[in-house]
């Protein structure tokens, strides 16, 4: 357990509405991750940050933003909602190190609906 | 174009027997790759690394080989059970970030 918890675990919005979720770790760790699950696509990073107020976009970032403001809270949010973001968001970070690995450790989603 | 593809969405074998997944890559130069156990309305959990100098690695009934040459692994469940019914994933690190093969549903059947 690598104490990730995300809010909302589920969450129904109206299109056009901004949505933030939220990730709070309690271990201190450095990177954290937004991948979206979807079927036929799979994990896909949307952006991961490598500190405070440190971010980067990743694969599918369009229509998404992040802040971390604190090492324990990484924020996505969704300026203006789309049926396309439907999906499940999964909150991550990673441990170990470049020599050792690195390994990922998932929070336990949050499942959002636009309609 | 990078690609990461597990060889078939869904796996069914009879209990007792060996599983064997398949995750092929194109493009990519990974240290090192992982498989994930992830399992319905959960997140994914880590399972094995191995790394590119390393041939095989294993832990309990798990098994898995890294070609670096052929750009691909295998992942063994040996003596499978129902439980181990879930869907498989194997990743990728790629610079500070990791991809996601679109992973394998295994069922196990009693």
């Known amino acids: 357990d690598a104490g990730i918890t995300q809010s909302p675990r589920h969450k129904v919005t109206e299109t056009g509405t901004p949505v933030t979720l939220r990730c709070h770790q309690t271990?201190?760790?450095?990177?954290m991750y937004w991948y979206r699950q979807d079927p036929g696509h799979g994990l896909r990073l949307i952006h991961y940050s490598y500190g405070v107020k440190d971010t980067d976009k990743g694969e599918v970032s369009d229509g998404y933003s992040v802040s971390r403001s604190k090492t324990e809270d990484f924020l996505l949010t969704l300026e203006s909602a789309t049926s396309s973001q439907t999906s499940v968001y999964f909150c991550?970070?990673?441990?170990?190190?470049?020599?050792?690995?690195?390994?990922?450790?998932f929070g336990e989603g949050s499942w959002l609906t636009v309609v | 174009s990078q690609k990461i593809e597990q060889n078939s969405e869904a796996l069914n074998i009879q209990e007792g027997k060996t599983a064997t997944l398949t995750c092929n890559y194109t493009n990519y130069s990974p240290a090192y790759l992982q498989w994930y156990r992830q399992d319905p309305g959960r997140g994914p959990v880590f399972l094995l690394l191995?790394?590119?100098?390393?041939k095989e690695k294993r832990k309990e009934r798990l098994k898995v080989t890294f070609d670096t040459t052929l750009k691909q692994s295998l992942f063994h469940i040996t003596a499978s059970q129902p439980a181990d019914s879930a869907t498989y994933l194997c990743?990728?690190?790629?610079?500070?970030?990791?991809?996601f093969g679109p992973g394998t549903r295994l069922s196990v059947l009693p």
């Open positions: 271990e201190n760790h450095r990177y």
């Open positions: 990743a990728l690190d790629h610079g500070q970030n990791f991809v």
């Open positions: 991550a970070i990673s441990q170990g190190s470049r020599s050792s690995g690195n390994t990922i450790y």
């Open positions: 191995i790394r590119e100098n390393e």
